[in-house]
Structure formats: C-alpha cells, structure tokens
C-alpha cells in the first residue's frame, strides 16, 4: 500500500512540474546573443593638386578593404560592430605605381560620435550608421 502511494505521489508530482515547465517556457522571450551594428564609412578620394577624383586607391578599415571607382568613390564598412560610439582607423594607398599619378599614404581615424541607427531588427541588431568622409590625398612629389 505505502509503495503504490508513492508511485502515485510521484506521478502526480512530476505531472504538476512538467505543466509549471511547459507553462513558464512559453511565456520566456530568453535570447542570447551580442549587440550588433554595421558601420559604413564611404566618401570620395581627390587629389589634392587637381581635385580631380583618384581611381584605384585602396581604403582600408578594421578587416575590410574598398578601391575607388573611376570617380574617386568608396566604400567599406564594419559589418560587426558594437553598438556605441566607434572609432575606426582607415588608410588610404595608392598601389597602382604611376597610372593615376603617385600619391602619399594617408592614415586618419573617423569617430562616429552617438551613432543614429537605421533598419534594425529590434532585438540584438541595433541597424546600419553612415558617415560621408571626403579626403586629398597629396602628390608624392608635393611638400607637404
């Protein structure tokens, strides 16, 4: 008698937790995960001299590298960011020797300072910033 009450005990137990179990899992909204963003730094590369925009320069940024088209233009990003204030450095070199004309190597850091998001999921990526940065980049030949 006392065995078939504790089968029965038992039964009834473990029925009342699996119901508490299913019943509070389906209401958790639990993730995991890291903040995410992506930074797109793009801009136009000229020379300082002429003003005209400078093809084939090679943009690099934290693991991502661009080349300007025909009309100066580039873009890279960081597609991994965290979402907060960012401060990238980004080189800019001339590595097609003479065609385009030699230019010095540039490196310059671009902050995004309270970075305003956009198209984000609204759970852990927290969307896309933009910045527009414009450079010169000097002859070789010029003083600088």
């Known amino acids: 008698m006392k ?27 639990d993730e995991y995960g890291t903040p995410s963003a992506k930074f797109v730094v793009k801009g136009k590369v000229r020379s ?19 080349f300007t088209n025909a009309r100066g233009e580039y873009q890279i990003a960081d597609k991994w960011g965290s979402p907060s204030d960012q401060t ?38 927290s969307g896309e910033a933009t910045k527009e940065f414009d450079t010169k980049l000097n002859p070789e030949n010029e003083i600088k």
Request: charged residues 25%; negative net charge.
């Open 88 to 125: 990238y450095h980004i080189e800019f070199r001339d590595i097609d020797g003479e065609t385009n004309g030699e230019f010095n190597v540039l490196d310059t850091i671009v902050e995004f300072k309270n970075p305003e998001f956009t198209g984000g999921d609204g759970d852990w990526y």
């Open 48 to 66: 300082s001299v002429t003003d005209q925009p400078i093809e084939n320069i090679r943009v690099s940024m934290e693991g991502d590298t661009s």
């Open 3 to 29: 065995i078939r009450f504790l089968k029965t005990y038992n039964v009834l137990i473990a029925g009342l937790l699996t119901m508490l179990g299913f019943s509070t899992a389906c209401d958790s909204k």
